[in-house]
């Protein structure tokens, strides 16, 4: 995959770093409060789309319980080493690919999760049909930064030429697109201190 996509060679690169630019008690701290926010619950299949260094996996660990899985995927092989180094748990599934193409049964999952990997998606409709394809009637979707948008594409803006273009779009933009997939968004947060478009997979199509 590295050879032909730029964004999985840059956060190959980038893996073995990654935790040591966070503050990682307290992203801990944050992440289990937003996911009981969230209302993800014990025995969950919980889908975690550029799962990057395994971050958000640890946190849903904790939550979906013993009755629960967590299928993480990332385009980066190192991103996924790290990751699986941290998380040694037999509920976790480590799959080396993109969202158009999720490792799943159709409507096998309750949630997925795009944390910090929105930007880099280039084809978001396929994206959110193969999110419709996955997930149960009533299952859940999130797009999620812990930085404001501006914060997100400044860095993005100051990064590698394989992201240099990879820019969020406003909140309201994305809530569009997904419904016009086949999602009703009923939570969109756009400002100084995140980013979360949360919607639930419809029923009428």
């Excluded at 996911?35 to 919980?46: D, F, P, Q, R, T």
């Excluded at 501006?150 to 406003?170: S, Y």
Aim: aromatic share 6%; glycine share 10%; hydrophobic share 45%.
């Amino acid at each position: 995959m590295n050879a032909t996509n730029p964004r999985s060679a840059f956060f190959d690169v980038i893996a073995h770093q990654w935790d040591g630019w966070h503050d990682l008690p307290a992203l801990e701290a944050q992440l289990a409060s937003d996911l009981a926010s969230m209302g993800v619950a014990s025995g969950e299949v919980v889908v975690d789309v550029g799962c990057g260094t395994g971050n958000l996996v640890k946190a849903l660990l904790r939550v979906v319980g013993p009755g629960g899985r967590v299928v993480a995927l990332d385009i980066s092989p190192e991103m996924l080493r790290v990751a699986r180094e941290k998380n040694a748990d037999g509920r976790v599934s480590w799959h080396l690919g993109d969202a158009t193409a999720l490792p799943l049964d159709d409507g096998s999952a309750d949630r997925i999760f795009y944390m910090c990997v929105w930007p880099h998606l280039e084809t978001p409709r396929e994206v959110i049909g193969e999110a419709r394809r996955v997930l149960l009637p009533g299952g859940r979707l999130h797009v999620w930064h812990l930085i404001s948008r501006e914060k997100v594409n400044e860095v993005h803006a100051a990064g590698g030429e394989a992201i240099r273009n990879d820019q969020l779009p406003p909140a309201n933009e994305a809530a569009q697109l997904l419904e016009e997939g086949g999602f009703e968004v009923f939570q969109a947060i756009d400002d100084e201190q995140r980013y979360l478009v949360s919607a639930v997979k419809r029923s009428d199509r």
